[in-house]
């Protein structure tokens, strides 16, 4: 057997007419006899940040034991069940700066915007809008600006569905978007999975050309095919099935993009979906999380976000246990048992979508581990109970192994109404070595999460 310290960089991509395909991690990127974590292959790790607005059912989300999660988890939780290992739930946090300022009336339904700064927006329906920057962004200050795309923003629900009406002088844009690039610069959520894809993978390609390929249902593959073919004499067997793995898993979104363009069943009630979107929060959702595996695969990015739902959203989800249950109706049940009760299928169904992102994850090779053992995952809500519209015993759990730095099979627990988001946010800073004193409202690191 010969070795040679020649090899791919991780840096390296393959172009035709409009594509840009940058690859998967490859043995072939890795020098001979030389220790991934001393090449310039060894990525950074990933992290994602998800809100779902209208907090969670009380009694379905908190577990009973503290410490190591117990047999069985919450309901809620329960698709996370295969991941416990990476599974941290968080209880007990206070989401303050979702709460209206002093003296002033009005924030509640308006201010997801603080989820990841944990700062009070400052309350205006003009243009002199003020949150906070958000943690995505600083991560991606440090870790995006070698990838492609620096951060990738998205949203499931569209911000024209009518789900909200902006009002009690707060701007939409509080509530349209979870990133902040500054205090003052909300960054755009896209809801179109092909426009996602096409800034992933057609770099150098016009509108025309994109509709063009569409029309003659052609793959942005057929360009670069003749270069993959090429390729694959040169490297490993195991090489050629990930990279096989990878092409396939492109074609399969692609053909799913395209049987969405064409779908004509019927969205929820009450929902205009723009033309070339899933009518089904399923598929979109399900279709945006296997472009965002690809994109963590191939180093396009390196950090999300995503806006599940926005405030006041009266979407139904039919796959779910309680299909006909409008999110936002459904989340003021009233205190009654049975309304809570279908609630709780609403919550678990946003998890289980989750969850198969999650599954994606730990089942995509990066290196020496996995994509989840490379990730961390911030999932939650800056409400508790809903029903009475408060913001202290607020759920959120961290998914993800982050190279080793974060323990899994926990249930941290923290005092009610004692301990700020703000602190969470710190903490997760300092997982991906960005250490401040503070951030956000925060009065210092959550204690036990290192």
């Known amino acids: 057997m010969f070795i040679t310290k020649k090899h791919i960089s991780r840096r390296a991509v393959l172009r035709g007419v409009g594509t840009t395909l940058a690859l998967p991690l490859l043995d072939a990127m890795l020098p001979a006899m030389t220790a991934q974590a001393k090449t310039a292959a060894n990525t950074p790790p990933r992290f994602f ?28 939780w329960k698709p996370m069940e295969p991941f ?29 915007a603080a989820f990841l700064c944990a700062q009070k927006p400052r309350k205006t329906s003009g243009a002199d809008v003020y949150a906070g920057q958000t943690i995505d962004q600083v991560i991606a200050a440090k870790y995006g600006q070698e990838t492609l795309l620096p951060s990738v923003e998205i949203s499931v629900e569209d911000p024209g569905s009518g789900s909200s009406n902006c009002g009690e002088g707060y ?74 793995a990878f092409t396939d898993n492109v074609r399969e979104i692609e053909r799913r993009m395209q049987i969405a363009a064409k779908a004509t069943n019927a969205a929820p009630e009450g929902f205009a979906v723009p033309p070339g979107i899933p009518q ?8 945006m999380f296997d472009l965002l595996v690809l994109a963590f695969q191939a180093d396009i990015t390196r950090v999300s976000t995503m806006l599940f739902a ?46 198969y992102f999650v599954d994606k994850l730990a089942n995509t090779t990066d290196g020496d581990g996995s994509l989840l053992d490379h990730s961390l995952l911030l999932y939650g809500s800056n409400m508790g109970n809903p029903n009475q519209h408060v913001h202290y015993d607020v759920p959120h759990i961290l998914i993800g192994g982050n190279y080793g730095k974060l323990q899994g099979g926990r249930h941290l627990a923290f005092p009610t109404k004692q301990v700020p988001t703000g602190n969470l946010l710190l903490s997760i800073l300092d997982q991906f070595d960005i250490h401040r004193d503070s951030f956000g409202d925060s009065t210092g690191p959550l204690p036990g999460l290192v």
């Not at 509108?207 to 360009?223: C, F, M, P, V």
């Not at 089904?280 to 279709?287: A, G, L, R, T």
């Not at 009266?314 to 299909?323: I, K």
């Open 84 to 112: 416990r290992k990476h599974l941290n739930i968080l209880t007990g946090l206070h989401s303050r700066s979702s709460e209206p300022p002093p003296g002033e009336t009005g924030a509640d339904h308006w201010v997801a």
């Open 49 to 76: 940040g998800g809100f779902v607005p209208h907090g969670a059912a009380p009694g379905y989300w908190i577990p009973d034991t503290v410490g190591a999660l117990p047999d069985e988890l919450p309901f809620i």
């Open 310 to 355: 926005r405030d006041l959203t009266g979407r139904v989800y039919p796959e779910c246990e309680s299909p006909t249950l409008g999110f936002h109706g459904g989340s003021h049940h009233g205190e009654d048992p049975n309304l809570i009760k279908q609630l709780s299928k609403i919550n678990q169904y946003h998890v289980k979508v989750l969850a």
């Open 171 to 244: 701007s939409c844009v509080y509530t349209n978007t979870i990133a902040w690039a500054s205090p003052t610069t909300p960054l755009p959520m896209e809801l179109n999975p092909q426009v996602v894809f096409e800034r992933m993978f057609g770099s150098g390609s016009t509108a025309e050309q994109r509709a063009q390929r569409r029309e003659r249902d052609q793959s942005i593959l057929d360009s670069v095919n003749e270069k993959i073919k090429g390729m694959r004499t040169a490297i490993s067997v195991p090489d050629r099935a990930r990279l096989d």
């Open 280 to 287: 089904s929060f399923d598929q979109h959702i399900k279709i």
